[in-house]
């Protein structure tokens, strides 16, 4: 079964209203794409975001998601809330929640199950530090997360994002064919492997995005910084599917 590719933007901790006028500017992009197109902006934008897409193929996801459906938790929000407010995906695991939040792979796994109990499909994020790749860890680490990440029931639609950490926001991106080596690694581990998207992440932007995107393992990209400006995104969408 040939897999969609899917082009996603997190715009993490960044836009406030008046970056709505970003789903103007991609749509002729994204409607000309074969490509799935999903925006993560930050929670506050969801809603707004659900409805300035509602005649337009582009997606809407959350970033995180509580593992719990609602509650004592000051400040989350939930799986079922981000459902509600019209997202379709939700990132789970990024490098900065394992970071900043001390968020672990079993965390991830229990919010990732969360997620597919209120219809969404969770993006689920691996990917090794700059030491784990230089002493020779690099799989073993995304084996560990991957094993620990993912949610316990099998054949549930989700994606991966394998994003090693020092490509992330640094301007580095990982090689061709580490990246392919990594991506087929990972699919070979997956119980649905021929079926799983597995997206690369790390300093993607429109001068390399064609190049990694048409690697036969990696079905399309997570992009932080080059997702913020709709020129440039609107530039990968456009690079990656004529
Ligand atoms: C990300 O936020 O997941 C990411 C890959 O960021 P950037 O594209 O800026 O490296």
Redesign the pocket.
């Given at each position: 079964m040939a897999r969609q590719q899917l082009i996603a933007g997190?715009w993490?901790m960044n836009g406030t209203r008046d970056a709505l006028a970003f789903f103007q500017d991609i749509a002729p992009a994204a409607a000309a794409s074969t490509s799935e197109i999903l925006i993560c902006p930050p929670a506050t934008l969801v809603a707004a975001g659900a409805a300035a897409c509602a005649n337009s193929p582009v997606k809407i996801g959350g970033q995180d998601c509580h593992s719990e459906t609602s509650g004592a938790h000051t400040g989350d929000i939930s799986a079922v809330m981000l459902r509600d407010a019209g997202a379709e995906f939700v990132?789970l695991g990024?490098?900065?929640r394992r970071a900043d939040h001390g968020e672990s792979s079993a965390l991830v796994a229990r919010k990732a199950k969360a997620a597919l109990e209120a219809g969404l499909v969770p993006v689920i994020?691996v990917g090794e530090s700059e030491t784990e790749r230089r002493e020779g860890r690099a799989e073993a680490l995304v084996a560990e997360q991957l094993a620990g990440s993912l949610p316990e029931a099998s054949g549930e639609d989700y994606v991966i994002?394998y994003?090693p950490v020092w490509?992330?926001?640094?301007?580095l991106t990982a090689s061709a064919e580490d990246i392919q080596a990594m991506h087929a690694f990972i699919r070979g581990r997956l119980e649905q492997g021929e079926a799983t998207r597995l997206l690369y992440?790390?300093?993607?932007?429109p001068g390399n995005a064609a190049e990694i995107f048409s690697l036969p393992d990696v079905d399309g990209?997570?992009?932080?910084?080059?997702?913020l400006k709709a020129e440039d995104f609107a530039a990968i969408i456009n690079n990656t599917t004529v």
């Open positions: 997190n993490k990132i990024h490098s900065e994020c994002a994003e490509a992330i926001g640094t301007g992440g790390g300093s993607v932007k990209g997570l992009i932080g910084g080059a997702s």
